[in-house]
């Protein structure tokens, strides 16, 4: 369809999902202006609406994403190893990148989750220096290659600007100096990080700037407070990696005689905009301190599962709120993250049926848009509702196809959740916008080639 932005458009969905346990059947959608203007269900097909067949979804938020490690994906299973050997091929690919390459990466990877159903990305990004820690002319180079990025892709984000000081704890709870590839991460102290992020003022409408501890590995307990207080004056999210493995336990008590999130905690960057992405390995008082707090928990699966770091408490944590990212892009396919968190904890706990269809789409939706700061004044979310007055973010799931043939239509959700891929998504809407149309990105018509051309160029 064609017009102006503010003309008024319908779409007539046989399935969409308004936020409950199941789909509802006609629904009729209305957007101007980049928002849904009306949702009304068991309506008859309007004659001039687009008639979106299967189920129609919010758009999707993947709320934690390191553009540059989709260079890593299949390239790292040789020989076994552990997250730390991991941690050495990815920063082999992060001595490689420069702002030129990681624009294209970046774009290819967002429209890679695009084409997923992705319509907004929550990018942990602290790839900020060039080679040896110098700063680029514009310090925030790297971060306006990640802006423009997602704007050729049609995706929103938000920055989360990492804070980046130390290179580790060791086993006997000392701070370890950034060295190598760690010299590109780093700033030379919390209010280095702070002035670079409070002059990093990109521009459009579909970016906002966040914050970000990267653990309490690399920032020591004692700079807490000072990210804390940046995102605090901002009301900006804060996301920090936590408790992801146990030697991170081990070294975090032995420097402090605390967890991670207690340290978190004590410093003041443990709040409702908190994200604690991964929580793996949490004790009993960390579960009470997330649910206290209000604190969101960030799940990835796939990426928990591919690195051997354990099963999170996901149970336990309910009624705290979650997200769902991809992290390192073993694979983009916020589906498969989303059954990932319940079919986890069906080992974990031996029983089925924890979080449903709806708990696990609203983690994907509107959970992972709030911990982005995509918010409205009275608290709901801005985006991932099919809702009157929130963003026109759509993704349209036909059921005919061959993971989905022959599921009841009135239980869709549990056979998206459940059964579908990222290959299933036929069209996908951000902000009044189509990305995808008949599973092919609107903008970037070979996501496939440009993904291998970059990556084959960083592996050179």
Request: with cysteine.
């Amino acid at each position: 369809m064609t017009g102006r932005e503010t003309d008024v458009r319908r779409y007539w969905c046989e399935w969409a999902w308004l936020g409950g346990d199941a789909p509802v059947s006609g629904v009729l959608l209305e957007v101007a202006g980049g928002r849904f203007t009306s949702v009304s269900a068991d309506a008859d097909p309007a004659g001039d609406a687009e008639v979106l067949t299967g189920l129609t979804l919010p758009g999707l938020a993947n709320a934690h994403s390191h553009a540059f490690h989709r260079a890593l994906r299949g390239r790292t299973h040789a020989g076994g190893g552990s997250f730390w050997t991991w941690r050495e091929v990815m920063y082999r690919v992060a001595e490689r990148l420069d702002p030129d390459a990681y624009l294209r990466l970046a774009r290819a990877a967002y429209a890679e989750m695009a084409l997923a159903g992705v319509t907004c990305v929550g990018e942990f990004h602290y790839l900020h220096h060039a080679p040896g820690g110098a700063r680029y002319a514009d310090p925030n180079a790297m971060g306006h290659a990640l802006v423009e990025a997602a704007a050729q892709a049609g995706v929103r984000l938000t920055l989360l600007d990492v804070c980046y000081l130390s290179g580790g704890l060791n086993e006997h709870g000392s701070h370890l100096p950034l060295t190598g590839p760690q010299l590109r991460f780093g700033d030379a102290d919390v209010a280095g990080w702070a002035e670079r992020v409070a002059a990093f003022a990109p521009e459009g409408g579909h970016v906002r700037v966040g914050a970000a501890a990267h653990s309490v590995r690399a920032v020591p307990a004692e700079d807490l407070p000072g990210v804390a207080a940046f995102a605090d004056e901002r009301r900006a999210p804060l996301h920090v990696h936590v408790s992801e493995q146990p030697a991170e336990n081990a070294a975090c008590l032995a420097a402090y005689d605390r967890t991670p999130t207690r340290v978190l905690a004590d410093a003041g960057a443990l709040t409702e905009r908190t994200t604690l992405v991964h929580a793996t390995h949490l004790t009993d008082g960390d579960v009470a301190a997330v649910r206290d707090f209000g604190a969101t928990v960030c799940l990835c699966p796939t990426t928990e599962r591919d690195l051997a770091d354990g099963l999170p408490r996901t149970g336990d944590l309910v009624p705290a709120p979650l997200s769902l990212g991809t992290d390192q892009h073993a694979q983009s396919d916020l589906f498969a993250e989303a059954r990932g968190v319940e079919l986890h904890e069906r080992l974990r706990t031996h029983r089925r049926g924890t979080l449903g269809s709806g708990a696990l789409l609203r983690a994907a939706t509107a959970h992972g848009h709030r911990s982005l700061g995509w918010a409205a004044e009275d608290g709901d979310a801005d985006a991932g509702e099919l809702r009157a007055g929130a963003r026109a973010d759509l993704v349209n799931v036909p059921l005919e196809g061959v993971r989905l043939a022959g599921a009841d239509p009135a239980r869709a959700t549990d056979a998206v959740v459940f059964a579908a891929t990222a290959a299933d998504v036929r069209h996908v809407m951000a902000d009044g916008r189509w990305t995808v149309r008949g599973g092919v990105h609107t903008r970037l018509s070979d996501t496939a080639h440009d993904l291998d051309t970059v990556i084959k160029e960083l592996h050179s």
